[in-house]
């Protein structure tokens, strides 16, 4: 499978050709080179709804018995940052929890959707405060806090370029598979503090 993204209006063309002719604008030909071999098995199919949307639905003053809105019902992620199904998976869990302990009415629906609410807030930073950067985003402007954030998510994704540790810690942060607290781990930390360690790669080392 071949995935080829754009942004501001640089979007890849839908025809075989036009898919082809973008891929050779890339920095390196090799992906260009290796389509130019193939034969596509299916039709190339766009997706362009990559606006992160949040509904809090857990302010709402009062909430009626035995109804939770979950997954991309309550949040919607730009693609791109995969965390979606996880958010959803985690929300599963996280309604099993609250039903199992006690009686199901309003209140109790309505803290369920508070903690629904919550499981959200990581991955939502994550996806506004990288794509708030875009030239054109709508949204809130960042804060200091955030632009303190996003410097910090800089180095640590230049760092795991070349230091294990800092690309543990980036992966495991980014895809949900570990809690945040873990980027604060003292391996993690000295990656970040020695940063880079090496120059970026000229080419694909393939
Ligand atoms: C292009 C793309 C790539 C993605 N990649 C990733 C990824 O790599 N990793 C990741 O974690 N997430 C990814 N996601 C996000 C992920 O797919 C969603 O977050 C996840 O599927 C949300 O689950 P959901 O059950 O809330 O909604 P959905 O999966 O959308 O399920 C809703 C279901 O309800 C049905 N439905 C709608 N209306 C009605 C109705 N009136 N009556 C009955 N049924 C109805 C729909 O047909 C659908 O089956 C991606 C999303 C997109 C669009």
């Given at each position: 499978m071949v995935t080829l993204s754009g942004t501001q209006g640089a979007h890849p063309p839908l025809d075989d050709e036009g898919f082809a002719r973008f891929a050779g604008q890339l920095r390196h030909p090799l992906i260009a080179d290796l389509?130019?071999?193939t034969t596509p098995a299916?039709?190339?199919s766009g997706y362009r709804n990559t606006a992160n949307r949040r509904y809090h639905y857990e302010r709402l003053p009062a909430w009626p018995t035995g109804l939770l809105v979950t997954g991309d019902a309550v949040t919607t992620?730009?693609?791109l940052y995969g965390q979606g199904m996880t958010v959803a998976a985690?929300?599963?869990?996280v309604i099993?929890?609250?039903l199992a302990r006690g009686r199901v009415n309003a209140a109790t629906c309505h803290r369920i959707q508070h903690a629904l609410?919550?499981?959200?807030d990581l991955p939502w930073a994550v996806c506004t405060t990288e794509d708030i950067r875009y030239p054109g985003a709508l949204g809130p402007p960042p804060s200091p806090l955030t632009r303190?954030?996003?410097c910090t998510a800089d180095r640590l994704r230049s760092a795991a370029c070349t230091r294990p540790a800092a690309a543990r810690a980036f992966f495991d942060a980014v895809t949900l598979s570990k809690p945040v607290w873990r980027l604060i781990s003292p391996s993690a930390l000295a990656a970040l503090a020695l940063g880079?360690?090496?120059p970026p790669l000229d080419e694909p080392p393939s």
């Open positions: 389509l130019s071999h299916t039709r190339l992620f730009n693609p985690q929300s599963a869990l099993r929890d609250g609410a919550h499981t959200a303190l954030v996003t880079p360690h090496l």
